[in-house]
C-alpha cells in the first residue's frame, strides 16, 4: 500500500470519528434540552423510552444503524415539545380541550422539521415523526396502518405509553420514590398493582394502538426488568465501588442544572465517566445512592 493511499484511509477514518462525535455531540445538546421538559415526571422520561425502545430494538434483533436509530428516536421523541405550555407537558390527550389538543399534536411536525436539519438524523425523524401513529390506522399525523408506520415508531409508542401511565403526575408528590425505600421489593410491592394495570391495558390494546407482536415481547422485557431488580438493595456507594448493572436510586445534576444520572437508568460506562467529572469538581457526593445487589 502506497504512503498516499494509507494517508488517504487516516483522514477518512479521522473524519469518521469527527462525524459520529459531532452526531453525538448534537444528540447530547438535543437530549439535555429536552431535560428540561420533563419536571412533571419522577425521572427523566427521554432517557428511559430511548433505553427501552434499544432494549426492544436489540431482542428484535434489528442490525446495528437501525438499533441507533430506534434509541436516539427514543431519546428525542418529545423534542418537539420545547417550548410548550405546561398544560401540553402534564396533560393526557382526553384532558385536552381542542385548541390544546391540535397544538400537542403538532409536536411531532416540529419534531421532524428539527432533526432535518442534521442529515445524519433523517432516520431518526422519521421515526420521530410517526410514533404517535396507532396499529389500526387511528392516530396521527397520517393515520397510517400496520406495516406503513416504521418499526422504530410502534416499539416507541409501547414504551412511550408504558413510562407515561407509571411515572408522569402532575403532582410529583404523588409518585412512588424509590429514593425513600430501604430495598427494591418495597418499591415494586408498591406499585405492583399499578404496573399490572397498565400492562393489561397495552395488551387489551393490541391491534388496536399497538403492534400485537411488540406487545408481547414488551410485556416479557418489562416483567423480566423488574424481576431483576427483586433482591437489589438501596445503599450509598462510594463512587469507586459504582458499576455498571447498578442503578441510580436517585438523580444527580450538574452544577448547572444538567441532568448527569436519571433515577432508575442502568449505570453505563459512559455515566460513569461524566460521574467521575461531577465528583472531582465537587457537584454531586462521593457516596451515591443505589439500587444494587446485596452482594455489591
Given at each position: 500500500m502506497s504512503n498516499n493511499t494509507k494517508e488517504l484511509e487516516d483522514k477518512i477514518e479521522k473524519?469518521?470519528?469527527?462525524?459520529?462525535?459531532?452526531?453525538?455531540?448534537?444528540?447530547k445538546t438535543l437530549q439535555f434540552s429536552l431535560d428540561l421538559t420533563e419536571r412533571y415526571y419522577e425521572n427523566s422520561h427521554s432517557r428511559y423510552v430511548g433505553e427501552m425502545s434499544e432494549k426492544m430494538a436489540k431482542l428484535m434483533s434489528l442490525n446495528e444503524?437501525?438499533?441507533?436509530e430506534v434509541r436516539t428516536a427514543g431519546l428525542l421523541h418529545d423534542i418537539g415539545k420545547i417550548g410548550f405550555r405546561d398544560t401540553a407537558l402534564f396533560k393526557t390527550m382526553p384532558e385536552m380541550n381542542s385548541r390544546e389538543l391540535k397544538q400537542y399534536k403538532l409536536h411531532v411536525d416540529i419534531g421532524r422539521e428539527m432533526l432535518y436539519n442534521h442529515k445524519a438524523l433523517y432516520g431518526v425523524a422519521d421515526i420521530v415523526y410517526e410514533h404517535h401513529e396507532n396499529f389500526d390506522g387511528t392516530g396521527f399525523p397520517e393515520k397510517k396502518q400496520k406495516s406503513q408506520i416504521k418499526v422504530g415508531a410502534r416499539i416507541i409508542s409501547i414504551v412511550d405509553f408504558?413510562?407515561?401511565?407509571m411515572h408522569k403526575s402532575m403532582k410529583l408528590d404523588s409518585i412512588s420514590d424509590l429514593s425513600q425505600k430501604s430495598n427494591a421489593m418495597d418499591y415494586l410491592q408498591e406499585t405492583q398493582r399499578k404496573f399490572d394495570s397498565v400492562l393489561e391495558y397495552i395488551d387489551d390494546q393490541k391491534n388496536i394502538k399497538f403492534d400485537p407482536e411488540l406487545v408481547h415481547l414488551f410485556i416479557k422485557l418489562a416483567e423480566s426488568e423488574r424481576k431483576r431488580i427483586e433482591g437489589f438493595l438501596v445503599k450509598r456507594i462510594h463512587i469507586a465501588n459504582v458499576k455498571p448493572g447498578m442503578i441510580f436510586a436517585e438523580s444527580y445534576y450538574s452544577s448547572s442544572g444538567l441532568l448527569i444520572a436519571n433515577k432508575g437508568e442502568v449505570v453505563a460506562n459512559d455515566s460513569l465517566k461524566a460521574l467521575y467529572r461531577c465528583v472531582e469538581s465537587d457537584q454531586i457526593p462521593q457516596k451515591l445512592l443505589m439500587l444494587a445487589d446485596n452482594n455489591d
Open positions: 473524519l469518521g470519528f469527527q462525524l459520529a462525535n459531532n452526531i453525538f455531540d448534537t444528540i444503524e437501525d438499533t441507533f408504558y413510562h407515561n401511565a
